[in-house]
């Protein structure tokens, strides 16, 4: 289900070169930072089929469907810190997407950038790599380079081949007990199936803002207080700047209830626009809420999100916006959209097929403001198999199957879709 990397790659010569560049420190003041590096290598043959149920009738230039294959590597090396009242490290990554499948008539499904020769045909293969110097003190860290951001204000776009990338430096501190804190700084980023970097932008799905446009920078600052066992308080502001401005207010909390347990997650995003306002008028509200029950191997969710405002909720390219209602395919944040989430998990283990897990999901979304004042509706099922081998030579290697369907009544700037991902995944262990 995966290829193997051969000597002449440019995933193996920058883990060559990566390697090569931590041994030359290998002196005793260096001990820390070689015990406590990790590398890992990351294996992915993704099949991606998107059939947009309308064919060309409503762009007799566009597609009427994706369907594309590819194998993705992705390789992570966190080094320790030197030694030292102040640490130094360094974080890589390097990344290398391959073409399997791709035709012109069904390319863009996010799997692989174009050829540069034409924007219909995928290219043979992608790479991209990065790397963050980092410093320690106390229990504060700062990183400086390429990172992964994954919090409420901006996560990082891991849906398809290869994740996003962004580029620029955090601090996070935790030396007040049950406090974090983080402040980030960030220039550019690199698309999931792109190799440039390019400047920070809003995400324009279905056309919701003027597409390609950027700020200055993005900044966010974030505290998280652990209230007790079962309560974690979380706040964060910041934004796209001369673009849109972002406050944020979450509550995560669990406990006990009765033979099972029970999680609540409560999110609020308070939004609007920001300095010169490029991407116009932005002024969004949007409360998300998910509670959960579990007993045994089973799971029972419900999900509730309310946007008010006189846009939708703004969100930066290359990431993917932290609404409990954002599912495999939508996200269900348009403009005044009132949407809800029935939710099921179940393991598998509980009748004697351990490794397999079903998920499936109903998400109805409403009261969606048009340009033409009439009222938008959509809704999405999806269906996912997971299956992790459990003994033999393929032991922890991941398959999953995903399927979304999705149907919405303003075809002008959404699309019925129906759609399936096959995703083979397998980690190496390095060092």
Not at 22 to 30: G, R
Not at 329 to 354: C, K, M
Request: glycine content about 8%; proline content about 3%.
């Amino acid at each position: 289900m995966f290829l193997p990397i051969r000597p002449r790659t440019p995933i193996s010569r920058c883990a060559m070169g990566l390697f090569t560049l931590v041994n030359s420190f290998a002196l005793p003041a260096y001990a820390d930072l070689l015990q406590d590096s990790h590398a890992s290598l990351e294996a992915r043959t993704v099949y991606f089929n998107s059939d947009l149920r309308d064919g060309r009738t409503a762009n007799p230039q566009g597609a009427s469907k994706h369907d594309e294959s590819a194998q993705g590597f992705i390789f992570k090396l966190q080094s320790g810190y030197t030694e030292g009242v102040i640490g130094f490290g360094a974080d890589a990554l390097a990344m290398l997407g391959i073409k399997l499948d791709s035709s012109a008539a069904d390319s863009n499904s996010g799997l692989l950038p174009s050829s540069g020769h034409h924007p219909r045909h995928a290219a043979d293969q992608y790479a991209k790599a990065g790397i963050a110097g980092k410093v320690r003190f106390s229990h504060t860290q700062l990183k400086y380079g390429a990172l992964l951001p994954d919090m409420p204000l901006l996560k990082y776009d891991d849906t398809r081949l290869l994740p996003s990338m962004f580029h620029g430096s955090q601090l996070v501190s935790e030396e007040v007990a049950r406090l974090k804190f983080s402040a980030t700084r960030l220039q550019r980023y690199t698309a999931r199936d792109s190799t440039d970097a390019q400047d920070i932008r809003l995400n324009c799905k279905n056309k919701r803002y003027v597409c390609n446009t950027s700020g200055n920078r993005f900044e966010a600052y974030q505290a998280d207080y652990q209230l007790n066992r079962q309560f974690v308080l979380q706040y964060a502001q910041g934004g796209l700047e001369n673009v849109y401005h972002q406050r944020f207010f979450g509550v995560l909390g669990s406990g006990a209830f009765g033979a099972g347990k029970i999680n609540a997650d409560l999110r609020w995003f308070d939004s609007y626009d920001d300095g010169s306002a490029r991407a116009g008028k932005i002024d969004n509200h949007a409360l998300s809420a998910m509670l959960a029950y579990s007993h045994g191997y089973q799971t029972f969710s419900a999900g509730w999100q309310s946007l008010n405002g006189s846009s939708s909720m703004p969100y930066l390219d290359g990431s993917t916006p932290y609404l409990v209602n954002y599912v495999q395919y939508n996200d269900f944040a348009n403009t005044e959209e009132h949407s809800w989430q029935l939710r099921y998990d179940l393991d598998l283990t509980g009748i004697g097929i351990p490794g397999l897990n079903i998920l499936t999901r109903y998400v109805s979304g409403d009261h969606i403001q048009l340009a033409n004042d009439q009222e938008g509706k959509e809704w999405e099922r999806n269906i996912e198999l997971k299956y992790i081998i459990q003994t033999g030579s393929f032991k922890n290697l991941s398959l999953r199957l995903r399927n979304a369907t999705y149907r919405t009544n303003y075809a002008q700037s959404a699309r019925d879709v129906d759609e399936i991902r096959l995703i083979a995944s397998y980690n190496f262990s390095i060092i």
